[in-house]
C-alpha cells in the first residue's frame, strides 16, 4: 500500500505489485470501478458489498479512484487494499465529477467486463455472477441488471423482463443511461468511450447513449435485484444540486446533436426524444425556475428554446404527460406566463382533479379552457394515460361460488364504479362488485346464475376488473348513477354518463401460489353440476375460468391414488383416496374395472372426511380373469366422469389381476 500522494497534480495509487505482476495469474472477469469523493460514511456498505459476491474473488478486480476526498475516504481505501489483495486504489486531485475517476478506472481495467458502481449504492450477492453469465451466455455488449430504489430514492426505470436481446427502441433500456451497468471493455475500448470530466450532473449521458447506439447486442436481467440506488442522508446526491442551468441545456444541446446524427428523423428518434424531454429538456422548469428572477428565467427559457424548436415533433409533443406537454407547448410558442403559471401549479402540490367531460379527461392545469389564455385542449387530454390501478388480494370458492377481493382505482381520476368482466370468444359476462370508499371491492361469481339467472355456458373465461369514473363533470348526475344493463348475450352496455371506464386482467397477488387451480364440482343450473378451474395464463398470469362439463382440460382426482389387497382365499380388496371440491352430498362414487373390451362395477363404500376428501373401498370376491385398469366413476346429477386410479406410489395406473 502506498503512502498518500506527495504531487497534488500527479495520480498515485496503492496496489499489489506481486500480485499484478504475476504472469501466471488468472486474468478477471470482470473489473468493478468505483469513483469515491467523500463517501467515507457508505464504503463499508459499497465496496463490502463487492468482497461479498458470490463469483469467485480471483475473477473480480476492483479499481477504487479516491477523487480527492477530504472525509478520510481515501485512508479507508487504503486499509481496504491492504486485505482485499484484488482492490487498486488510485488517489488524484478532486476533477468536479465522477467522469475522470471512472476514465482513470477504464485505463487501468484488465478485465472481460467492466461494471461501474457508484460510492454510495450497493450490488445484490450475486449480481455479478449472473451479470457476467448473461454476457457471456449471449455475447452482450451491454446487460442491464435490473435497478431498485432504496431509502427513498426512485428506479429510473422498472426492468420487469428478463431478455437476452432487446432494442433500444421498443424496450425501456434507453431511459435508463446511467454508468451502472455491465459492459464489454473490448466493446468499450474498440468505440473509445469514454465519459465527460469535470461535469457534475450528465456526464454519463454521452458514454451511455454512445453504447446503445453501437452495441451489437443489449441484454436484460430483471428476474434478480442487482443494483441498489440508495439517496444520500446528508442530500448530496449529484441530481439534486443546483446549477447553472442555461450551461447545463447548452451541454444537452451537444448530447442532443450526436443522437441526432446517429438517428434519422422519424418514429425511433421521437422515441427516444421523449426520453430526453422528460429527462434532460424540461427537467430544469420545475423549483429551480421558480428559485430565479426574471432574468433567470429567462436566460433558462432561451436555453432551452432551440432544443424545443429542433427536436419537438407532433408524435413527442402527444407522447409526453399533459405537464410537459404544456411546457414544451408554452417554450415553443413563447408563452412565458403560461409556462410559469404551470410550473407553479405542479410546484409543491399535486393540480387537483382532472376535468371529466365527453368521455375524455382533462389535467387540472391552469387557463384550461381560458378565453383570456387560449391553450388547445389536446395539452391537457389525459384520457389515454388513464389506467386502472389494481390489486386482487383473496380469491376462494365457497360452496360453487367465487368470491374475489381487492382494489381498485382509476389513475388520477378515481373511481365510482368496478364490476368484474368475463370474456370469452367475443361474448362477455358482467358481474357487479361492491365498491367502498377506500376503494376495496368485492365480487361473487356464480357460474349458474351470471347470465341474467342462467349458466355461463362451457368454455375459457378471462376475468377482468372494469372500473368506471364518472367525474365532476358528468352532465347528468341521475344518468351516472344508473346500473349497467347486460344485453341478451351477456354484455354490458356502459350507459353514456360513464365517462371513463377502463379493464384490466385480473392477476392474483403471488401468482399461481395463491390460486386455488384444481378442478372442483359446480353447480351450473339445469343442466346439472360442471367442472370448474381456474388457471393462470403464461407468460402474464391472468386469471381464467375454465368450465368443462366434458372433462377433456380439467381433469378431477389429481391426488387419486389407490391400493389392491390380495388374500389367500383369492379375494381382493381395493381401497383409494381423492380430494373431490364442491362434489354435491348426494354424488355417486364407485369403482369400475375395465380391460380393452369390458367394465364391471364394484359395489363401493365411500367415507367423507374433512376438506372434501373422499376414501372409497370395495370387495372383490370373484369374477372374469385378466388384467383390470381401475377407475373410480363420479356420477352428480348430468355429470358423469371415471378418473383412473393410480397407484399409491404414483408411478402409473392401478390394476388388478384377477388368476
Request: hydrophobic share 40%; proline share 8%; charged share 25%.
Amino acid at each position: 500500500m502506498s503512502d498518500n500522494p506527495t504531487h497534488p497534480t500527479s495520480p498515485t495509487h496503492s496496489a499489489h505489485p506481486e500480485e499484478a505482476a504475476s504472469p501466471g495469474r488468472r486474468a478477471p472477469t470482470v473489473t468493478v470501478i468505483v469513483p469515491v469523493h467523500n463517501t467515507r460514511r457508505y464504503l463499508d456498505r459499497s465496496l463490502g458489498s463487492v468482497f461479498a459476491q458470490t463469483l469467485d474473488p480471483d475473477r473480480i478486480e476492483v479499481i477504487a479512484v479516491d477523487d480527492g476526498s477530504t472525509d478520510g475516504s481515501g485512508a479507508w481505501l487504503d486499509a481496504a487494499a491492504a486485505t482485499h489483495p484484488r482492490l487498486t486504489v488510485v488517489h488524484q486531485p478532486p476533477s468536479g465529477g465522477a467522469g475522470k475517476p471512472r476514465n482513470v478506472g477504464l485505463d487501468r481495467a484488465t478485465g472481460d467486463y467492466v461494471f461501474f458502481l457508484d460510492s454510495d449504492d450497493h450490488l445484490g450477492p450475486e449480481a455479478l455472477a449472473r451479470l457476467t453469465r448473461m454476457a457471456e451466455e449471449h455475447d452482450s455488449d451491454v446487460v442491464y441488471g435490473r435497478i431498485v430504489g432504496a431509502e427513498g430514492r426512485g428506479a429510473p426505470v422498472d426492468l420487469r423482463t428478463t431478455n437476452p436481446r432487446v432494442s433500444l427502441f421498443d424496450s425501456p433500456v434507453y431511459w435508463s443511461l446511467a454508468a451502472y451497468k455491465l459492459f464489454r471493455r473490448s466493446f468499450v475500448e474498440r468505440h473509445r468511450l469514454r465519459f465527460v470530466e469535470g461535469r457534475l450532473l450528465a456526464e454519463d449521458l454521452p458514454f451511455g447513449i454512445a453504447a446503445l447506439l453501437r452495441a451489437d447486442t443489449v441484454s436484460v436481467l430483471a428476474d434478480y435485484d442487482c443494483y441498489y440506488l440508495h439517496g444520500r442522508d446528508d442530500d448530496s446526491n449529484a441530481s439534486r444540486q443546483d446549477m447553472d442551468w442555461p450551461a447545463y441545456l447548452a451541454y444537452i444541446d451537444t448530447v442532443l446533436a450526436d443522437v441526432a446524427a446517429g438517428v434519422p428523423p422519424g418514429p425511433d428518434r421521437d422515441t427516444l426524444m421523449v426520453r430526453h424531454f422528460h429527462g434532460e429538456i424540461l427537467m430544469p422548469f420545475a423549483a429551480p425556475y421558480l428559485a430565479r428572477d426574471e432574468a433567470g428565467r429567462r436566460a433558462m427559457r432561451e436555453a432551452a428554446r432551440p432544443l424545443v424548436d429542433r427536436y419537438l415533433t407532433d408524435r413527442v409533443l402527444a407522447a409526453l404527460p399533459p405537464g410537459l406537454r404544456l411546457r414544451a407547448h408554452c417554450l415553443r410558442a413563447g408563452l412565458d406566463a403560461e409556462l410559469t403559471a404551470v410550473v407553479r401549479a405542479d410546484t409543491g402540490r399535486t393540480p387537483g382533479p382532472p376535468h371529466l367531460q365527453d368521455g375524455r379527461a382533462y389535467a387540472a392545469y391552469p387557463h384550461f379552457r381560458d378565453p383570456d389564455h387560449p391553450l388547445p385542449d389536446a395539452l391537457y387530454d389525459l384520457t389515454s394515460r388513464i389506467g386502472v390501478r389494481q390489486r386482487l388480494t383473496d380469491l376462494q370458492w365457497v360452496g360453487g361460488v367465487l368470491h374475489l377481493h381487492g382494489s381498485a382505482t382509476l389513475r388520477a381520476v378515481g373511481a365510482d364504479r368496478v364490476e368484474v368482466v368475463l370474456h370469452r370468444s367475443g361474448a362477455h359476462v358482467g358481474v357487479p362488485a361492491t365498491y367502498g370508499p377506500d376503494g376495496a371491492w368485492h365480487a361473487a361469481v356464480d357460474p349458474a346464475t351470471a347470465v341474467h339467472g342462467a349458466p355461463m355456458a362451457d368454455g375459457i373465461w378471462g376475468l377482468k376488473i372494469a372500473v368506471t369514473a364518472h367525474g365532476t363533470d358528468a352532465t347528468d348526475a341521475t344518468d351516472a348513477a344508473a346500473p349497467e344493463v347486460p344485453d341478451a348475450g351477456g354484455a354490458v352496455d356502459t350507459p353514456p354518463s360513464a365517462t371513463v371506464r377502463r379493464e384490466a386482467w385480473l392477476v392474483p397477488e403471488g401468482g399461481a401460489a395463491a390460486t386455488d387451480t384444481a378442478p372442483r364440482v359446480v353447480s351450473h343450473g339445469p343442466a346439472g353440476p360442471t367442472v370448474a378451474a381456474l388457471f393462470l395464463s403464461s407468460p402474464h398470469g391472468h386469471l381464467h375460468l375454465d368450465l368443462d362439463h366434458d372433462g377433456a382440460r380439467r381433469p378431477l382426482g389429481a391426488d387419486l391414488r389407490g391400493a389392491v389387497a390380495c388374500a389367500r382365499t383369492g379375494r381382493a380388496t381395493v381401497a383409494a383416496g381423492v380430494t373431490l371440491p364442491g362434489c354435491p352430498a348426494d354424488a355417486g362414487l364407485q369403482f369400475v374395472l375395465r380391460d380393452a373390451t369390458r367394465c364391471v362395477a364394484l359395489r363401493t363404500t365411500v367415507e367423507r372426511a374433512a376438506g372434501d376428501r373422499y376414501r372409497a373401498r370395495a370387495r372383490l370376491r370373484s369374477g372374469p380373469p385378466g388384467t383390470w385398469r381401475v377407475a373410480l366413476r363420479l356420477t352428480a346429477g348430468g355429470l358423469r366422469r371415471e378418473l383412473p386410479v393410480q397407484s399409491a406410489d404414483g408411478t402409473g395406473p392401478l390394476t388388478l389381476r384377477v388368476p
